[in-house]
């Protein structure tokens, strides 16, 4: 028993552990270093525990801070997850379950935790934490007194160690013990900008360090910062955001839930704002709407149509190559953007990134027209119009485009027109297949009949070495049965023939065509009235298709 310790030590560390950090603090060896500080002052420290601007506020704080960073440096990470980062109150009663650790070793307990803990009593980070409290009760008579209370270098130096880390760091290397110290410092205004920059250089690193983050629990600190409307904060957010969706789009929820993407969509239409940042917004919003329905209603709601729109014909080829992603993945399956874009005369304004200089903007502009073709809803003459004048503007322009990637994408986009119109198409390639065969027999015709007829090289019949005879072509159209109108004459044997003389074949345009029992022709619905009228743009839809496959 000591009389200068609570009776229920271990439930003190438990609920008040800024208290009782400081008077274990003040009863140790290391407290003479401040003199003049009593155990009943130590009662009376002046701040509010959840305000950050206070003494007692602020240890709070880096209690917090010390405390996560301990933990996600020893605990593997699925566990660190679910005992600090899944509830609040399981996170606050483990983290001063590691502050009791290390109280009641001092007097021979070992508290037990399930699950089981490893030993962090002697981690480095509790000397921070000692060093935060051996600068706060050094001033702590002073501002008892009423002088004003200079807060801690604690995040300003662990920022400069994450700096540190940063010059000469790896992804070899171990990953910045300070990472979950600059999450906290988002909170505060004096070094958001600074941590947000750190931050940002960190995520460079690449997915890795995305994911690093992620496990540490960077979403809901970046999320609430999207609330802020510090315009000295946009081009940070925007670069921070654009490197994780890019990593894992599975935020677009969370962000579409908590009307983050409005954040985005003001950026977006800010023409001050330089092009670099715009083109993330973009981005961001192409993330935000791909293949998720709601954030593609959210979108819509916010004008993002409009706004892309507005500036396709910015002098930034990357932001024009996004901003038309970013419509072709808002409409993708949406009718109501389809239409949208539409009345916007979207197809006439992508129609001129088509000749953009650039390759990667004429495919993202081939993107955007593909998928305005897909369209799920009932159709209308008004629709195949339209979707029959994408179909021809996309093969005139860059059918015989030089860039792969751009040709490749024209497939793609034309897939929707052969997804919409599959029966005039069936049409249409039964067609070209049947004069194709007729074209191919006709050839081989004309080759047979010009290999008959090949005029003799020597007599009937001649001895040559061996024994063997030679049979002349005269000779050989007599063993072979003559059918057709090949020969003006029948041979008859025994007698002289006349040259024989060849009948030119009917043109091709004017050959009859034979109906077979598969044919389409031959169904109950005639070709002409399953094409509609519009043969000239089917058949050339094919015939662009039937090329691009031979690419």
Request: neutral net charge; glycine residues 6%; aromatic residues 8%.
């Given at each position: 028993?000591?009389?200068?310790l609570p009776a229920d030590l271990f439930t003190s560390c438990l609920t008040t552990p800024v208290q009782m950090a400081?008077?274990?603090?003040?009863?140790?060896?290391?407290?003479?270093?401040?003199?003049?500080?009593?155990?009943?002052?130590?009662?009376?420290?002046?701040?509010?525990?959840?305000?950050?601007?206070?003494?007692?506020?602020?240890?709070?704080?880096?209690?917090?801070?010390?405390?996560?960073?301990?933990?996600?440096?020893?605990?593997?990470?699925?566990?660190?997850?679910?005992?600090?980062?899944?509830?609040?109150?399981?996170?606050?009663?483990?983290?001063?379950?590691?502050?009791?650790?290390?109280?009641?070793?001092?007097?021979?307990?070992?508290?037990?935790?399930?699950?089981?803990?490893?030993?962090?009593?002697?981690?480095?980070?509790?000397?921070?934490?000692?060093?935060?409290?051996?600068?706060?009760?050094?001033?702590?008579?002073?501002?008892?007194?009423?002088?004003?209370?200079?807060?801690?270098?604690?995040?300003?130096?662990?920022?400069?160690?994450?700096?540190?880390?940063?010059?000469?760091?790896?992804?070899?290397?171990?990953?910045?013990?300070?990472?979950?110290?600059?999450?906290?410092?988002?909170?505060?205004?004096?070094?958001?900008?600074?941590?947000?920059?750190?931050?940002?250089?960190?995520?460079?690193?690449?997915?890795?360090?995305?994911?690093?983050?992620?496990?540490?629990?960077?979403?809901?600190?970046?999320?609430?910062?999207?609330?802020?409307?510090?315009?000295?904060?946009?081009?940070?957010?925007?670069?921070?955001?654009?490197?994780?969706?890019?990593?894992?789009?599975?935020?677009?929820?969370?962000?579409?839930?908590?009307?983050?993407?409005?954040?985005?969509?003001?950026?977006?239409?800010?023409?001050?704002?330089?092009?670099?940042?715009?083109?993330?917004?973009?981005?961001?919003?192409?993330?935000?709407?791909?293949?998720?329905?709601?954030?593609?209603?959210?979108?819509?709601?916010?004008?993002?149509?409009?706004?892309?729109?507005?500036?396709?014909?910015?002098?930034?080829?990357?932001?024009?190559?996004?901003?038309?992603?970013?419509?072709?993945?808002?409409?993708?399956?949406?009718?109501?953007?389809?239409?949208?874009?539409?009345?916007?005369?979207?197809?006439?304004?992508?129609?001129?990134?088509?000749?953009?200089?650039?390759?990667?903007?004429?495919?993202?502009?081939?993107?955007?027209?593909?998928?305005?073709?897909?369209?799920?809803?009932?159709?209308?003459?008004?629709?195949?119009?339209?979707?029959?004048?994408?179909?021809?503007?996309?093969?005139?322009?860059?059918?015989?485009?030089?860039?792969?990637?751009?040709?490749?994408e024209l497939v793609v986009a034309l897939q929707w027109l052969l997804f919409v119109f599959e029966t005039q198409f069936?049409?249409?390639?039964?067609?070209?297949?049947?004069?194709?065969?007729?074209?191919?027999?006709?050839?081989?015709?004309?080759?047979?009949?010009?290999?008959?007829?090949?005029?003799?090289?020597?007599?009937?019949?001649?001895?040559?070495?061996?024994?063997?005879?030679?049979?002349?072509?005269?000779?050989?159209?007599?063993?072979?049965?003559?059918?057709?109108?090949?020969?003006?004459?029948?041979?008859?044997?025994?007698?002289?023939?006349?040259?024989?003389?060849?009948?030119?074949?009917?043109?091709?345009?004017?050959?009859?065509?034979?109906?077979?029992?598969?044919?389409?022709?031959?169904?109950?619905?005639?070709?002409?009235?399953?094409?509609?009228?519009?043969?000239?743009?089917?058949?050339?839809?094919?015939?662009?298709?039937?090329?691009?496959?031979?690419?």
């Open positions: 028993m000591n009389p200068e400081l008077r274990w603090f003040v009863l140790q060896r290391a407290s003479r270093l401040v003199p003049g500080v009593t155990l009943d002052m130590l009662d009376r420290l002046p701040g509010q525990l959840h305000d950050r601007r206070t003494m007692l506020g602020e240890l709070n704080w880096i209690f917090t801070a010390i405390t996560d960073t301990i933990a996600w440096n020893v605990l593997p990470r699925a566990l660190f997850q679910r005992l600090f980062r899944q509830d609040l109150l399981v996170a606050s009663l483990f983290r001063n379950f590691l502050l009791a650790e290390r109280v009641m070793r001092a007097y021979d307990c070992h508290p037990v935790s399930e699950p089981s803990l490893p030993a962090t009593f002697q981690h480095p980070m509790w000397q921070a934490w000692d060093l935060a409290l051996d600068l706060c009760l050094a001033q702590l008579v002073r501002v008892q007194q009423g002088h004003p209370f200079q807060h801690s270098p604690f995040f300003a130096q662990q920022l400069t160690a994450f700096q540190v880390w940063l010059t000469f760091g790896s992804e070899r290397a171990a990953p910045p013990e300070q990472l979950p110290i600059v999450l906290q410092v988002l909170l505060s205004q004096i070094h958001r900008v600074r941590a947000l920059d750190l931050l940002g250089r960190f995520l460079d690193l690449g997915p890795w360090a995305v994911n690093l983050a992620l496990s540490v629990g960077i979403f809901p600190y970046i999320l609430k910062l999207l609330q802020s409307c510090a315009r000295d904060l946009r081009p940070l957010l925007v670069s921070i955001w654009a490197k994780i969706l890019a990593v894992d789009q599975s935020c677009q929820v969370d962000l579409v839930r908590d009307n983050g993407h409005r954040y985005f969509l003001s950026v977006l239409s800010d023409l001050s704002m330089p092009s670099e940042h715009r083109t993330m917004a973009a981005f961001i919003m192409s993330c935000i709407v791909a293949n998720y329905p709601s954030g593609q209603e959210a979108a819509l709601k916010g004008s993002v149509i409009a706004l892309c729109l507005e500036q396709l014909t910015d002098s930034h080829a990357r932001l024009r190559q996004w901003l038309a992603i970013c419509l072709g993945r808002t409409w993708s399956g949406y009718t109501a953007a389809r239409w949208c874009g539409i009345r916007d005369s979207a197809h006439e304004k992508l129609h001129t990134l088509l000749t953009d200089p650039v390759p990667e903007v004429r495919a993202a502009a081939v993107f955007a027209l593909g998928t305005l073709l897909n369209c799920p809803a009932k159709r209308t003459d008004h629709a195949d119009t339209i979707d029959h004048n994408i179909g021809m503007t996309l093969i005139s322009s860059v059918a015989n485009d030089g860039s792969p990637v751009v040709r490749k069936l049409a249409v390639a039964y067609q070209h297949l049947e004069e194709e065969t007729c074209r191919e027999g006709l050839q081989a015709a004309t080759a047979a009949a010009a290999h008959l007829l090949s005029p003799p090289t020597s007599a009937a019949v001649e001895t040559v070495s061996g024994g063997m005879k030679k049979v002349a072509s005269r000779d050989r159209l007599k063993l072979l049965p003559i059918t057709g109108n090949l020969l003006s004459g029948a041979v008859v044997e025994g007698l002289p023939e006349p040259p024989p003389v060849l009948q030119p074949p009917p043109p091709p345009e004017k050959m009859r065509r034979v109906s077979s029992s598969t044919s389409i022709c031959s169904l109950s619905t005639p070709l002409g009235s399953i094409l509609g009228g519009y043969t000239g743009v089917y058949s050339q839809v094919w015939r662009a298709l039937v090329t691009l496959g031979s690419d």
